[in-house]
């Protein structure tokens, strides 16, 4: 958990900035704190750094993959769950045991799910 706030933080790897802002507001709303990186390279970084608690992964930022970024937060040991509108198609076999979110997302799925990556 977060040092600076009792609320858990996610981050959220979101390049479509309408989709990112909506969910910010749905997970605000559900208790917690949004860290939000439209780019690999800001996503690296919060995901190096950040005390996050768990993240939601757009598999396609901005036409690269976030599976850089899943590396790090798996060696941090932080949960995650991958986001796609494509389902699992064309997700790696290293990545087939995760977590996908569907997009477009339903909220009580998407709030059921961080809560059970959260409790593991």
């Not at 040092?3 to 909506?22: G, I, N, R, S």
């Not at 396609?60 to 850089?68: K, P, V, Y």
Request: charged share 25%; with cysteine.
């Amino acid at each position: 958990m977060s040092e600076a706030t009792t609320k858990p933080c996610v981050l959220l790897a979101e390049d479509e900035m309408m989709l990112a802002m909506m969910l910010e507001d749905r997970l605000q709303h559900f208790g917690y704190q949004v860290l939000k990186a439209a780019r690999l390279p800001a996503c690296m970084a919060l995901a190096e750094s950040a005390s996050i608690d768990v993240a939601i992964l757009d598999i396609n930022l901005a036409g690269e993959t976030s599976f850089a970024v899943a590396e790090v937060l798996r060696r941090r040991g932080i949960p995650f769950v991958f986001s796609s509108g494509y389902g699992d198609d064309g997700l790696p076999a290293t990545w087939k045991e995760e977590k996908i979110l569907q997009k477009p997302y339903d909220t009580h799925q998407l709030i059921s799910i961080l809560d059970e990556l959260r409790k593991t």
